[in-house]
């Protein structure tokens, strides 16, 4: 898009809330932000003024944009966060280890609620967690099983008894599936295990100590080592309690160090005044400013994890904005601190130390992870004359033993990294017997028949297709393309031998250096494909008697396949087995052994 076509969309943004979309010229989304007026925002990025470095290296990859107007600027937050998701922007904080952490659910709306463990929380019950830095959810679990006997179990409780099962008869349970308890005596048992999650240990170690003492001077040393254990470990969670913190205080505390370049986050997570542990969290600086980037960061976080009652940090972003995003998320509203003095800005300062010490130690890991990722990918593009940056890149295999179960896989790398969310098998459908030529002309037809279709919001269009194989194999993929008219999408092959690249617009191959990232990421999503296919297709073949595929192979009749199902037993141990295990099976000579290791191989 020209400069004069962008000067007349910058004058036709609207006055209202929303998000914007910055596109390079290869139409890929580079940047997401919200803004509270989409015409002041957007137009701040083409103004003639100085910029931080990593904005301006952004704005000079724009060569259009695309708005949505939103209600409200909350509405707008949410909205980028779900499109940063989408999207994986190049310029955007992105949260990519999005790990959650487990929680011990307590089912409140039950008759005689349980306890369970849970990582998604939903408003049907009390939640307690998250549980991390070292604390087992299940020994807590475990601990209100033995200490308070309430169940653990799903099991649906009714007007008729059940059998009680053993955990009644080991003492963890009080059998309300068996009408063993009163409602009422239950419901107490409930209160004091709210008051343990809660972190109120003292009453749950002296019981834990009185029955140690107790199986102790029955003789039953191991109940007395394991009781024992577990009111050691409640100990040490009571030693967690910041002793100047109220009981009630259920607050996050981030950081934020960066080099400009670089960031860490680092978050403490105090419940009931218990610090539950820390995390860390390194990433590229994003292109706005560092208030934009953290509440982005926040957003994108608290999107699948719980929201405490206060939030405690140092960094300056929208309070008010994240506090509306809060409340439309939990009901309640979010006290956020900035401590000057006190305990919790000595917590605030733990956690400054801790990003700053994080960062310090992963500057190297996050640059080699850029080297093997991105940098990998931009190499891919200069070295191979690719049409475009390979933001998705898409690799397919095929697998079977002599046209048996004949299945394909495609797995996909965004931005030089897996992503396995995307990838996909297939079970050739139309093929007679083992050509793997025609079998990946099938999977590639299926595939690219989504283009353009509903079904390519799922199936997002790669910029570069990676085969395994050489010019034969590239080959037979360029037909399938010239039959659909497919255009677009760069062609690679990797020949395995060799490690040669052949590509669509070249006679001759591209030898690239064993060193070279570039190289090593098409390997990576070649072996990746490949373990994806044969995963899939050994899952398939074990299925299917393992006699029927041993009278596949030739000289091997009722005896000796009996002599290799006993000594064996499975599909998968002879595909594994050597030749010279083989040869050791009775009636197998090495021979045979070697024609059957053929045989297999052929996967």
């Given at each position: ?68 107007v939103t209600p409200s600027e909350v509405d707008a937050l949410a909205l980028e966060n779900t499109y940063i998701k989408k999207y994986k922007p190049k310029y955007n904080i992105l949260l990519k280890d999005d790990k959650t952490y487990p ?120 109940l007395a080592l394991d009781y024992r254990n577990k009111a050691e470990m409640l100990k040490k969670l009571g030693l967690r309690r910041i002793t100047s913190m109220p009981k009630d205080v259920d607050a996050d505390v981030w950081a934020l ?320 087995a050597s030749e010279e295990e083989l040869a050791c099976t009775e009636g197998v000579g090495k021979e045979l052994a070697a024609r059957i290791r053929e045989f297999f191989e052929g996967l």
């Open positions: 898009m020209g400069d004069s076509v962008l000067k007349e969309k910058l004058k036709l943004l609207p006055d209202s809330p929303g998000v914007y979309i910055m596109l390079d010229r290869d139409g890929t989304v580079i940047y997401v932000g919200k803004a509270r007026v989409l015409k002041n925002r957007v137009r701040q990025y083409f103004q003639k003024s100085e910029k931080p470095s990593k904005v301006q290296a952004m704005v000079e990859c724009i060569a259009d944009f695309a708005y949505v929680y011990i659910k307590v089912h409140t709306r039950e008759e005689f609620p349980r306890i369970s463990i849970i990582r998604r929380i939903k408003k049907d019950g009390r939640y307690f967690g998250p549980f991390m830095g070292g604390v087992n959810c299940k020994d807590i679990v475990d601990i209100a099983a033995k200490v308070y006997n309430i169940r653990t179990c799903s099991v649906a409780i009714g007007a008729k008894p059940k059998k009680p099962c053993l955990n009644y008869h080991l003492g963890r349970c009080l059998a309300p599936c068996a009408l063993a308890c009163a409602k009422e005596e239950y419901a107490v048992r409930v209160e004091r295990v709210l008051s343990f999650l809660s972190g109120n240990y003292e009453e749950a170690e002296r019981i834990l100590k009185e029955k140690m003492a107790r199986f102790a001077e029955e003789e039953q040393f191991e160090a960066t080099n400009g370049l670089y960031a860490s986050l680092s978050v403490l997570v105090t419940r009931g005044g218990v610090m539950r542990g820390s995390r860390n969290f390194t990433l590229e600086a994003g292109a706005g400013d560092s208030g934009e980037a953290m509440l982005s960061f926040l957003t994108q976080f608290y999107a699948s994890h719980e929201i405490p009652h206060e939030v405690i940090l140092e960094s300056e972003i929208d309070d008010e904005l994240f506090r509306i995003y809060a409340f439309r998320k939990t009901g309640r509203n979010l006290t956020i601190t900035r401590p000057k003095l006190g305990v919790k800005r000595e917590l605030l300062d733990m956690a400054v130390g801790n990003a700053e010490e994080y960062l310090e130690k992963s500057v190297s890991a996050i640059q080699h992870k850029n080297d093997m990722t991105t940098g990998a990918c931009e190499r891919l593009q200069t070295l191979l004359g690719l049409k475009k940056y390979p933001k998705r890149m898409e690799c397919y295999d095929i697998s079977n033993i002599s046209g048996v179960d004949k299945v394909g896989s495609m797995v996909v790398f965004t931005d030089g990294e897996a992503d396995k969310t995307q990838y996909r098998r297939f079970r050739i459908k139309t093929v007679e017997g083992a050509n793997d030529f025609a079998s990946l002309q099938e999977v590639l037809r299926r595939r690219l028949l989504k283009l353009g279709t509903e079904e390519e919001e799922r199936f997002a269009k790669p910029q570069l297709i990676v085969i395994d194989g050489g010019k034969g194999q590239l080959s037979s993929v360029q037909e399938i393309f010239g039959e659909l008219g497919v255009e677009g999408i760069d062609l690679a092959s990797l020949a395995k031998r060799e490690e040669e690249v052949f590509t669509t617009d070249r006679d001759e191959s591209v030898k690239l250096d064993r060193r070279d990232y570039a190289l090593k990421t098409l390997q990576r999503i070649r072996d990746e494909a490949h373990r994806f296919a044969i995963t899939y297709f050994r899952n398939l073949h074990s299925k299917r008697n393992l006699a029927s595929v041993l009278e596949e192979i030739g000289g091997i009749g009722a005896k000796k396949r009996k002599a290799l199902l006993e000594r064996f037993g499975t599909i998968d141990k002879i595909m594994r």
